[in-house]
């Protein structure tokens, strides 16, 4: 589907994009109706294991079938954090691709200079600064790019108030503390492994035990579906594995993968009861499936442990949940109850509130937007625009 914008000849058009290790989001700051105008799945097809005049489809285009008919297809995550840290090296030809694609499917615009592109990265690409600016603005000539966190982002959509502890649920896990707008890097806890892609893998290893298995990096993709449709948290695990196993109509769901076609699974139509919740239980027992890094609830005490004590209640106070993973039902109510029942146990018992707010899956996207729309920002964001004139002159100086 394209989703044309039409700019005025003269007007420079604000796009943002917001590029996660598991879907994408992208559309125009002047529009004011909400969602992104368009939002994938941040996975790659490509014709050739080379890097060199490769042809690229991107999101629910990579998995049709008829894209996956070509013997040399590679589909994978474009984004996502790899154990192989060769996987997570910059690929120019993974953005350049990825902008051609979002600006096609979303405008008629020839003039490359006359956007402004407000991008997002994931933080395994926080040191190719340059690199970016390269293909954006040197190959690709955009007229202004501002580089801004993911984690930063959300406090401009939820404008109460510039102080919060975002925790960032996609593909990975980052729990970010900010005062007054000032991230406080040194008590951050990230880690790439926890979260969607953990309950996926979690996923992918019950459904192997009903003998529903995948033998390709396609069908595995399928998890994620699977998970977004009928994933939850439980309150009570274990209460709710004896009502499974005495009443398993009350969890049972019916899952359809056929309209996917997919060429190497066992069953393309199955029937899930307690893995909807065993899968999610990963987030506060990751040694389920063999992990030794702590839960999350654990993750986010240790965070507030590290800042200082004065700042600690108004952090515990606004604990900000965004990310597509976060609208797991029931996910603010166990973490609320993990949490105070890890600082009662402390004696450090203090006010903990879950903020899990509206549209919270777009909520970078969403205080981008915002941040450009609002006038007031503008101070904090002229300080990061980089402009195509002075970058080209820069690299003549360097030249």
Not at 82 to 92: A, E, G, R, T
Not at 192 to 203: C, K, N, R, S, V
């Amino acid at each position: 589907m394209t989703l044309h914008y039409e700019a005025h000849p003269q007007e420079m058009v604000d796009l943002v994009m917001i590029v996660g290790s598991c879907s994408i989001r992208a559309g125009f700051s002047q529009l004011e109706d909400g969602a992104p105008l368009i939002y994938f799945p941040s996975v790659v097809l490509h014709t050739e294991e080379t890097e060199v005049s490769s042809e690229y489809s991107w999101g629910f285009e990579a998995v049709l079938p008829s894209a996956r008919q070509a013997a040399s297809s590679l589909l994978k995550y474009g984004f996502c954090y790899s154990q192989n840290l060769q996987d997570n090296v910059f690929k120019p030809l993974h953005l350049s691709s990825l902008l051609y694609y979002v600006i096609c499917s979303l405008m008629r615009l020839r003039d490359m200079r006359r956007i402004r592109l407000l991008l997002s990265l994931p933080q395994a690409w926080k040191g190719y600064t340059e690199d970016v600016c390269h293909v954006i603005l040197g190959e690709l000539n955009l007229g202004s790019l501002a580089l801004l966190p993911a984690h930063i982002l959300p406090l401009y959509h939820d404008s109460t108030s510039l102080t919060a502890l975002v925790v960032r649920l996609g593909g990975g896990m980052e729990i970010v503390p900010i005062v007054e707008g000032v991230v406080l890097e040194t008590a951050a806890q990230r880690n790439p492994e926890m979260g969607g892609h953990l309950i996926d893998t979690a996923l992918m290893g019950l459904l192997a035990k009903l003998n529903v298995r995948t033998s390709s990096t396609v069908e595995s993709f399928l998890w994620r579906f699977v998970k977004e449709r009928h994933a939850f948290v439980s309150l009570d695990p274990e209460q709710d594995l004896i009502t499974a196993e005495q009443a398993p109509h009350k969890f049972q769901r019916v899952v359809d993968l056929s309209e996917f076609r997919p060429p190497n699974l066992t069953h393309n139509t199955f029937h899930i009861v307690s893995e909807r919740f065993q899968c999610a239980e990963v987030l506060f027992n990751p040694g389920l499936i063999g992990k030794d890094f702590p839960s999350l609830p654990k993750y986010i005490a240790q965070v507030l442990e590290r800042v200082d004590i004065d700042l600690r209640r108004d952090l515990g106070k606004r604990i900000l949940l965004v990310g597509g993973t976060t609208l797991l039902p029931q996910l603010p109510e166990r973490l609320h109850k993990e949490l105070s029942l890890i600082f009662s146990q402390k004696g450090r018992g203090f006010q903990i509130n879950i903020n899990s707010m509206p549209q919270r899956e777009h909520a970078a996207y969403l205080g981008a937007c915002q941040l450009l729309r609002d006038e007031t920002y503008e101070p904090i964001l002229r300080k990061e625009w980089i402009n195509l004139a002075e970058w080209q002159k820069e690299q003549e100086i360097r030249v």
